[in-house]
């Protein structure tokens, strides 16, 4: 699959799902061109190259995709994150436990289980879901950030930082992301001029996300109130 559609910032603020998905590699979805009928996982990487103009328009066209084809594990991967994405909670879960009744090891499910677990609140089911994917693939930079994000949630703020540098060193460099999950990371350490400098390089690596913009702005107003 490639990133090709996601070059578009318009589209990105759109379909945040869609980077979320790809963000996942689900590299399983590729499949190479054939004169017969579209495999399904040929269909599952049209509609993410030209998909619908919102993330619950995409996901509706991808779960009707995976109820035709119910065997194709990336269009069951691919449905469980845009469930998850859209409040589907439930089905999410139900598409998982499918995917890795068939594949123990599949670490996009395990990825999404753990986001699932943390979601509603079962850390240690989280815990335990990442740590076996880590062990599987400790090379995948999500996983690491998956892992931080955990580690947020129970206010062990250094060792999600420590999460986050691991995800970096493997992507080679600093993502908007990560750079966002740092400014967090800072608050509730109560840093504030830190929290806003990794703000304003999130918004260097991608000017158009919101959330950062709001949070740097808050911590500017904040900083203002303390200056003596």
Not at 175 to 189: D, F, K, P, T, V
Request: with cysteine; aromatic share 2%; net charge negative.
């Amino acid at each position: 699959m490639t990133s090709s559609s996601l070059q578009d910032p318009q589209r990105r603020r759109r379909l945040p799902a869609v980077a979320a998905l790809l963000a996942l590699g689900l590299s399983g979805c590729a499949a190479t061109p054939t004169s017969g009928p579209e495999s399904p996982e040929e269909r599952l990487q049209h509609l993410l190259e030209t998909s619908p103009t919102s993330t619950q328009e995409l996901s509706k066209a991808v779960r009707a995709l995976s109820l035709e084809s119910p065997d194709a594990i990336p269009v069951l991967v691919a449905d469980a994150a845009l469930s998850l994405e859209t409040g589907r909670t439930e089905r999410a879960a139900s598409l998982v436990q499918r995917v890795l009744a068939a594949q123990p090891d599949h670490v996009d499910a395990l990825l999404i289980a753990t986001r699932i677990s943390a979601r509603t609140g079962d850390l240690a089911g989280a815990h335990r879901r990442i740590d076996a994917a880590l062990r599987l693939r400790p090379d995948r930079p999500e996983l690491h950030e998956a892992q931080a994000a955990v580690l947020f949630v129970e206010e062990r703020l250094d060792e999600a930082s420590a999460a986050l540098d691991r995800a970096d060193a493997l992507r080679g460099g600093p993502s908007w992301r990560n750079e966002y999950h740092r400014g967090l990371i800072a608050e509730g350490q109560d840093d504030l001029t830190a929290a806003a400098r990794h703000y304003s390089r999130c918004l260097d690596l991608e000017a158009s996300f919101e959330p950062a913009m709001n949070r740097r702005r808050w911590v500017a107003a904040q900083l203002e109130t303390r200056t003596p």
